[in-house]
């Protein structure tokens, strides 16, 4: 995916609540950065949120897989493990 935060910016129109956008003014926010910063916030958030939605089968699935098998790390150990038992039984 590239990168949401580094892509070009486009001109849009926005209606703000116009209060909240003089006291923004009134304290030298910058509004298209302030919400351009927001806005990103909230839709890596809820890409991430759908993601872990979408995904939460498979995620299940591998968790249960490694409840039942242990990790590659663990298996190559315990593989090892058994090699050297029989190594020395074998002496």
């Given at each position: 995916m590239r990168s949401v935060r580094e892509s070009?910016?486009?001109p849009i129109n926005l209606s703000l609540n116009a209060k909240v956008l003089d006291m923004a003014k009134e304290m030298g926010l910058n509004i298209s950065q302030t919400v351009d910063s927001l806005l990103t916030e909230e839709v890596m958030r809820q890409y991430w949120q759908r993601?872990?939605?979408d995904n939460a089968q498979a995620i299940a699935d591998y968790n249960a897989r490694i409840e039942r098998e242990g990790t590659f790390a663990q298996r190559i150990r315990k593989h090892l493990a058994e090699?050297?038992?029989a190594e020395s039984a074998s002496r």
């Amino acid at each position: 995916m590239r990168s949401v935060r580094e892509s070009p910016k486009r001109p849009i129109n926005l209606s703000l609540n116009a209060k909240v956008l003089d006291m923004a003014k009134e304290m030298g926010l910058n509004i298209s950065q302030t919400v351009d910063s927001l806005l990103t916030e909230e839709v890596m958030r809820q890409y991430w949120q759908r993601w872990q939605v979408d995904n939460a089968q498979a995620i299940a699935d591998y968790n249960a897989r490694i409840e039942r098998e242990g990790t590659f790390a663990q298996r190559i150990r315990k593989h090892l493990a058994e090699e050297a038992n029989a190594e020395s039984a074998s002496r």
